[in-house]
């Protein structure tokens, strides 16, 4: 069994800054690769952010380039979404998904351990 638990979301206004926090249990921490999806009322769940195993990679969707730092500290099973420079457009609830390989892909139906969702809410 493996379980995500986030948190660090909240209300912030446009061009302000949070830090998501995503912890992975149940298995070794370095076998999977972590991203960071999200979803808007409305709208498709999206790929946002994502890092290989051991950090050395990551991938970061068109719309949050430069402003979205995605982290891992596997000694804590422990991963961060660092996000700068926050638009209206980026509220959305936020989900940890989980794979166990190394290929940090977008496609959501290739993640199969994922949290209950963190909500971002950031007003203009």
């Known amino acids: 069994q493996v379980h995500l638990v986030e948190s660090g979301g909240g209300l912030v206004q446009a061009g302000g800054s949070l830090r998501l926090s995503c912890e992975v249990a149940?298995?070794?921490?370095?076998?999977?690769?972590v991203a960071w999806f999200r979803q808007a009322p409305g709208k498709e769940r999206e790929f946002a952010v994502g890092?290989?195993?051991?950090?050395?990679?990551?991938n970061h969707a068109d719309s949050v380039k430069g402003r979205f730092t995605i982290t891992r500290d596997n000694a804590k099973n422990m991963v961060y979404l660092q996000m700068n420079g926050l638009k209206a457009e980026d509220t959305a609830v936020y989900y940890c998904?989980?794979?166990?390989?190394?290929?940090?892909?977008?496609?959501?139906?290739?993640?199969?351990?994922w949290g209950q969702g963190t909500q971002v809410v950031v007003s203009s």
């Open positions: 890092i290989s195993r051991f950090g050395e990679r990551t």
């Open positions: 149940g298995r070794t921490f370095s076998t999977f690769v």
């Open positions: 998904a989980a794979r166990q390989d190394d290929h940090v892909g977008s496609l959501a139906r290739e993640y199969g351990y």
